[in-house]
């Protein structure tokens, strides 16, 4: 089985690679991703699937049954693209003006439905269900939550999921795991301080939210560098600080905004405890009022151990053990496929893209990034191979 998966899978090479980019040149925003979802639904059909679209508005799940009946595999890609403009002069570049797939999401649709193609045509051999799970707008406001709630892992119910992102930080070919955190949860939060306007030159007059509120810019982060085990990675950035437009006026009011990123879950929750008694605390002593709210946003994604190690095996089994590494650091980036993993075990895993001889050494969401395209069969084999394992007799 592991000899036909690999000649079919390399014979079909040029389909993933016109699939991905197919969808670089025609990339679509979170919850508008309409082309792309017909077109995906489109190819499912073609292949024989069970077909559900408008899930979670612009979502498509697609069933594979095989012969026999066993435990049920979910493999997700997100769809959306990025707000940017691309500059990578491709002859397949994005031809909707402003928006790129930036983020490799081009790559792990093709990745997605090539596994599907691939395992269509060896369904005899499959004991159980695979479920392509084609989530929109991953990078906001989150399709997977959504996507769960109207039932995505359920009819048939989802025993294992995989999925994966396409990293530049790592060299093209090579496979990023970590059978713990990969990613961390990101939340935000934004508040107002309320002073009392006034002018610049009688100060007593007026009530500054300016000074409270840098004081309280300069105090949250006494929380991580003070209240929190060091070992325990955390980051609070005030990312926006708007007050005041005038040079001799007092402003009535701050504004402020930032996000919150963590990997344990005591500390997600106590954070926004602590930021609002230190701004209460502050604007009080200060004589200001104060708003203040925080949104639990994404989850940390955190890797089923044992899922993960089966995982390893088998890609080592595929890749060679040199190719296949656990990550020194989780990232302090978020990824909503994190929701999937709170209720379902299963492993989110980085596939590397970089690589120097082709110029191919862009960070994500810059408007020259671009992947290897001979990662794709890469992807499709390490799914394969692990849907076929998960399902065999
Ligand atoms: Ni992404």
């Known amino acids: 089985m592991k000899e036909i998966l690999k000649e079919r899978i390399s014979n079909s090479k040029d389909l993933f690679v016109n699939l991905r980019r197919h969808f670089h040149k025609h990339p679509e925003l979170g919850y508008q991703e309409h082309e792309t979802a017909k077109k995906i639904a489109e190819l499912l059909k073609e292949w024989g699937l069970e077909v559900q679209e408008g899930v979670a508005t612009t979502g498509v799940v697609g069933v594979l049954k095989g012969n026999k009946v066993g435990r049920t595999i979910a493999i997700r890609a997100d769809i959306d693209a990025l707000p940017i403009k691309e500059a990578t002069g ?24 090539g596994t599907a193609k691939i395992l269509s045509e060896i369904k005899e051999h499959l004991k159980g269900n695979v479920k392509f799970i084609f989530q929109p707008a991953e990078e906001g406001p989150g399709g997977a939550e959504k996507m769960i709630e109207e039932g995505v892992l359920e009819n048939p119910s989802v025993d294992a999921i995989i999925g994966l992102h396409i990293w530049p930080e790592i060299e093209s070919g090579f496979v990023g795991i970590s059978k713990g955190p990969i990613m961390a949860a990101a939340d935000r939060y934004e508040m107002t301080i309320k002073g009392l306007g006034g002018h610049g030159a009688k100060p007593h007059l007026a009530i500054d939210p300016i000074i409270a509120a840098s004081h309280i810019v300069t105090t949250l982060q006494s929380i991580v560098s003070r209240e929190l085990d060091p070992l325990d990675s955390t980051v609070i950035s005030n990312c ?16 402020l905004s930032g996000t919150v990123r963590t990997f344990n879950p005591k500390i997600r929750e106590e954070v926004p405890r602590r930021m ?60 909503d496929f ?28 810059h408007p020259e990034y671009t992947i290897d395209e001979d990662i794709l069969p890469i992807g499709v084999e390490l799914f394969c191979s692990m849907v076929v394992d998960f399902l065999k007799e």
């Open 90 to 113: 491709l002859e397949f570049a994005s031809q909707n003006e402003g928006v790129m797939h930036a983020c490799s999401h081009d790559g792990h649709i093709a990745m997605c439905l």
């Open 240 to 255: 926006s600080f708007n007050s005041g437009n005038r040079f001799n006026v007092i402003p009535e009011e701050a504004n």
């Open 276 to 335: 609002e008694s230190i701004i209460s605390g502050i604007a009080n002593s200060m004589r200001c009022k104060y708003d203040f709210k925080y949104e639990y946003y994404y989850p940390a994604t955190i890797n089923d151990k044992e899922f993960t190690s089966y995982f390893e095996n088998i890609a080592k089994d595929i890749l060679g053990q040199e190719k296949v590494f656990e990550i020194e650091r989780p990232s302090m980036g978020a990824e």
């Open 338 to 365: 994190s929701f999937y993993l709170e209720k379902v075990p299963g492993t989110f895993f980085f596939l590397g893209t970089k690589n120097e001889e082709k110029e191919i050494n862009k960070p994500i969401h």
